[in-house]
């Protein structure tokens, strides 16, 4: 399929869109239905209102791109690269996002249910806001990763990095950290509900001032 003919599709049922790159393009409002988006680049273009449902992101890049207020249902992230990008207010749920690198880019406001997050680096990436519910974070290696006024609920970490991680005024209500490092994270006025500690020193962060423990 060429670019322009794609550019101009607006519902892809079943259908694969495969090593193109697409620059100061608007993809804004396209509907992806159990079709796969594999090598491809999206650069200085918009990526909004995206609905996508069973669907598959793989080795795509996006650079200086504009994604919000998007949503995504049981859909598979993998060797995705973001960089750069904004991506606040999105919605994903019953997803996977694994094997994946960030930086430098924003998912501000976004919720994420039922998600699994597996083996993907991230550095200076913002997720302030955002509302994490029965998530699944798996040997994620984190730099500077800001969590600021989020909410994780029933959420689990294990074997994560999370270094200079910043939770400040974060709430955990049962959650779980699990064989993670926490060196010179923030957990300045954070709350700590029901969440238990399994082999991970929550002493190894940087500021634990006025953490609340109920």
Same mark, same amino acid.
């Given at each position: 399929m060429e670019p322009d003919k794609n550019q101009k599709k607006t519902i892809?049922?079943?259908? +694969?869109?495969?090593?193109? +790159?697409?620059?100061? =393009?608007?993809?804004?409002?396209?509907?992806?239905?159990? /079709?796969?988006? =594999?090598?491809?680049?999206?650069?200085?273009?918009?990526?909004r209102h995206l609905r996508a449902q069973e669907s598959k992101l793989q080795?795509?890049?996006?650079?200086?791109?504009?994604?919000?207020?998007?949503?995504?249902?049981? #859909?598979?992230?993998? =060797?995705?690269?973001?960089?750069?990008?904004?991506? +606040?207010?999105?919605?994903?749920?019953? #997803? +996977?996002?694994?094997?994946?690198?960030?930086?430098? /880019?924003?998912?501000g406001l976004s919720t994420f249910n039922n998600c699994k997050l597996r083996e993907s680096r991230l550095s200076e990436v913002a997720f302030s806001g955002s509302w994490w519910n029965a998530c699944r974070f798996e040997r994620e290696d984190y730099f500077f990763v800001r969590f600021?006024?989020?909410?994780?609920?029933?959420?689990?970490? @294990?074997?994560?990095?999370? =270094?200079? @991680?910043?939770?400040? @005024?974060?709430?955990?209500?049962? #959650?779980t950290f699990e064989k993670c490092t926490l060196h010179e994270s923030v957990f300045h006025k954070a709350r700590l509900i029901d969440t238990n500690w399994i082999d991970t020193d929550i002493k190894q962060a940087a500021n634990l001032e006025e953490v609340r423990y109920d």
């Open positions: 892809y049922i079943r259908e +694969t869109l495969s090593a193109m +790159t697409f620059t100061g =393009q608007d993809f804004s409002g396209k509907r992806l239905i159990g /079709s796969t988006v =594999q090598l491809v680049r999206f650069l200085d273009g918009c990526f080795d795509v890049s996006f650079d200086h791109v504009l994604c919000d207020d998007g949503h995504y249902h049981d #859909c598979r992230w993998e =060797q995705v690269h973001v960089e750069n990008s904004l991506f +606040t207010g999105n919605h994903f749920s019953g #997803c +996977t996002l694994e094997i994946s690198e960030g930086k430098l /880019s924003s998912f600021p006024s989020s909410v994780f609920i029933d959420t689990h970490f @294990a074997e994560c990095r999370l =270094q200079k @991680a910043i939770f400040r @005024a974060a709430t955990f209500i049962r #959650c």
